[in-house]
């Protein structure tokens, strides 16, 4: 259970340091500084491409299609009724940290669906190399 809360928390430092309302964001740093563009953004931006591949690949490769659009169907009705029981108001600012918290919660899920799966079924899954 330890590794998917350290899933959870290092996609949630993914997303929002790539974009959140606040204003303290990679795209906020970007947009403030262009057209000069400097080696310590590169840099960053190099770092979160990264990191976006690693998350994005992993979900994929653990999830599929299927699995990434039954999460977001899961996720979108938990936070419709989130909404609905009046725990959170709408608004557009609540929204956007819903969005990012829900991405960083699928992207986690799919870093650690094989350790997930292996605890639900028992099973062992096993990547095929013989591509």
Do not use: C, K
């Not at 994005?56 to 169907?73: F, V």
């Not at 992207?107 to 350790?115: D, I, K, N, Y």
């Amino acid at each position: 259970m330890f590794g998917i809360l350290i899933r959870f928390l290092a996609a949630l430092i993914l997303v929002f340091a790539t974009w959140n309302p606040t204003g303290w964001s990679f795209v906020h740093w970007l947009l403030s500084t262009l057209p000069n563009v400097t080696a310590g953004l590169v840099f960053a931006g190099v770092v979160l491409v990264i990191g976006w591949f690693l998350f994005l690949h992993a979900t994929l490769e653990s999830l599929g299609l299927l699995g990434i659009i039954l999460a977001l169907a899961f996720f979108g009705t938990l936070t419709w009724l989130v909404f609905d029981l009046g725990w959170l108001s709408t608004g557009q600012g609540v929204l956007s940290y819903v969005v990012l918290v829900v991405t960083a919660a699928i992207l986690a899920v799919g870093m650690a669906w094989s350790h997930i799966w292996r605890r639900l079924s028992g099973r062992v899954e096993l990547e095929d190399d013989h591509q």
